[in-house]
Each structure stands twice: as structure tokens, then as C-alpha cells.
């Protein structure tokens, strides 16, 4: 029998090794069974687990080949020794981690950081948000501060929901330490690299929400982008033009995007109220990450998907650099997800009458729903006009509300 992380301890819950693995990213092996023949093996980065009734083996890395008694109802399978005896073969792949690395599905560090100059209205709303369902399953600190002041603020930490909501919920524009000096941008970069030198906090695997007013002079990424990248988090960056202060047009106005581009984060500029989908805030779990250029009219293949499981929906996200010309009503995206198993078709466009489902668009972002099948490669298009823009990067994310056992891959 094949098992996996949703079937393990209903099996396999009474062996002396189910503790050792039962904390760890598993998936079911693949499986051959020919007569009597049997055939076992995991993907590359896996170790082979066989479950008998009253023992366990780690074949590591290595398949196993073995082959049936009918007359004692056990299985033979082939080990270093020559052949080792079963009475049911219970498989599973397990990942045995690197005590230094963490996983999606790891207790995590759920940072939210304000602007000073964030309009605090959609703070009330994102708040509202918050209390209707937050997924804190896997949140094991709480973390807030407000950033962009004359005088940089403590990040403050908390282990329970309640106080760091009342922060949050709290939220002011702070006249008295506010930066009057019109040449300073943000110092969100500074902001996110004292969060990364906290020791009150784990950092490793951490969700970092941040609404954004203006944006930084600095334009060099590159030790904190290997810093973020090396600790799995992604920045979820929302920013809105109607902020106390508006934006100055000499900040770096990419420098943020890039950011998010670089470490499979989202930056998006838009009415704030879409962005508070909550499978995205603190418990959403990314499962795909693309970054297209495009420009005018065209389409482009864009790498392919594999489902980790069978969600009710994956949340589909899109932002680009820069607000369009071109209204809602005019530009046109669409998402083509062609299923390589069942060649079936399920596209995501902006034409509200799509009966698959269309995307939500507001400033330079847009999101949507998608239900796909778990395991069926997904071969994916991005169809797109958007008249005579510049050359545009965009930033394509899928996130699930269930947790997943790999970190994405970074497409530079």
C-alpha cells in the first residue's frame, strides 16, 4: 500500500517508527505491481520507507524489487543480505530534513509591517480580515512593527493572537516621529534586515505582510535577497496611492518590485481590500512561482505545474511593475491550464462571463480561483494584450490554504 502524509498514521500509527517520521514531508512512492512481482522506488531526494507489521526499514535512497509467497502469504524483497522477508508492504517516501533548513509546513514567524504613512483605513479593513479567519494553525510568533519613522521602532513580538492584533488594530499615523525630510525614502530594506537579525523570533520560513507607502533610494538587493532566500520567505508587499504622503517620484520605484521578484514574493499595487485574501495572509502556502516579460500583444509558455494535492482551489495571483493605461475593461489576460492526464482545459481570463472563473483586477494586480487535479502535470499559457506598453515584468504566484513539503524553485 502506497501512503502518504493524509493516510500515514491511519496505517502505521501503532509502529515504533511512526514518530520518527510522522513530523516530516512525505508523498506516496511509485508503485508497479506485475503478477507477484513488485516494484517500489521515491524521487530523487526521498528515502524509502517500508512499513511491516511490527517493524519498519529505510531502503534510503534505493527502490526495492521483491516478489510474493503465495504459499506463506508474505513478500520477498531484495536487500544488501539477499533477500528480507515482509508480511504487507506499507511505503511511504519520506524527506529527512537538514536540522538547519525548515519547511512550509514548519510553527513560523507571521510579520506585519505598517508604513507610517499606510492610510489606516485599509488597516481597518485588513484587521476585519484577521478576526474572520485567520489560518494561525502554523504560526507560532506574532510580529508587528511601523516602519518609515525619524526614529527606526523595535519590532515587537508576541506569542499570543490578541495583543499583536490590538497593535495592528491600533494603528496611527505617527505625526510626532514622522520623516519630514522629503529626500529620505522607506527604510523597509533596513526593516526587513532587522527582522532577519532578530534572535527573539524563528526566521526561517517566516510570512511577512508589509503595507508600503513610499519606496527606498537603495537599489543594491543583493545580500538581502540571499538572505531571504536562503531563510524560504517571500515578501507579500501592498501598497496604494492613497497614503497620507504621496509617493516620491525619486525613490526607486522598482527597487521593491524586484525584491518580490527575486524571492517569489508579491508586490502589488491596488485597492488594498483584494488583498486580503487570507490563504495568502500568514497560512497560505505558495506552490508555483513564474516571472514572464511581456509587452504589447502575445502569449508565452510558461513552466509547467504539478498539483500537490487535490484542493477545493489554488489561488492565482498576477501583478506588474507598473499600473496599465489601459483600463480594466480593455486589457485582457488570460491563464490556459491544460491537464496532461485528462486534456482538459481550465482558463482564467479578465472577462467576467468566463464560466471557469475570471480575475479580480484592481490597480496593477489580479487574482482568481482555480481547481486542479493533484498530480496531473498542468502545462500552462499566459495569453495577454495590453496595448502599447513598455516591456512589462510580472509577477505570477499560486497559493493553497494546505500545506505543502517543498520550497518553490526561483525563476529568475
Known sequence: MALDGSNLATHVSNSPFFANVSHLPKEAPRTSI?????????????????????????????????FCDPYKQTWQVADDSGFKTFGRIYATCVTFRDPNDCYPGDPHTFLVAISNTFNAKYIKEFCEFLTN???????ETYAFVQFDMAVAQEIQYFQDFSPWFEKIENFSYNRTLAITDETVGSDVLNMIERFLDNTNAPVCGARMTIFLSDHPNETNLDRLVESLRKNHIAPRVISWESTVLSPNPRFQ??????LCTLTNGLRQNGDPFFAFDLLNV????????????????????????????????????????KDLTLGPDRRQFRIVFADTITSHYVQLNTSYDNPDGGFFPTGNYHRGLVSLSEGHVQNITLEYAIGPEPLQPMQIRIYSNQSVNYWVPYDN
Not at 297 to 319: D, E, K, Q, R, W
Request: glycine content about 12%; hydrophobic content about 45%.
Open 34 to 66: 506485475d503478477d507477484c512481482a513488485i516494484a517500489v522506488s521515491c524521487k530523487e531526494g526521498s528515502n524509502l520507507v517500508v512499513f511491516d507489521i511490527d517493524s519498519a526499514t529505510d531502503f534510503g535512497a534505493f527502490g526495492v524489487d521483491g
Open 133 to 139: 479567519g485567520l489560518n494561525s494553525m502554523y504560526i
Open 253 to 258: 520605484l522598482g527597487t521593491i518590485f524586484r
Open 282 to 321: 500568514g497560512g497560505g502556502f505558495l506552490t508555483y512561482a513564474a516571472n514572464p516579460l511581456i509587452v504589447g500583444n502575445g502569449s508565452i509558455v510558461l513552466p509547467s505545474m504539478t498539483p500537490p494535492h487535490s484542493a477545493s482551489y489554488f489561488n492565482v495571483h498576477f501583478a506588474l511593475l
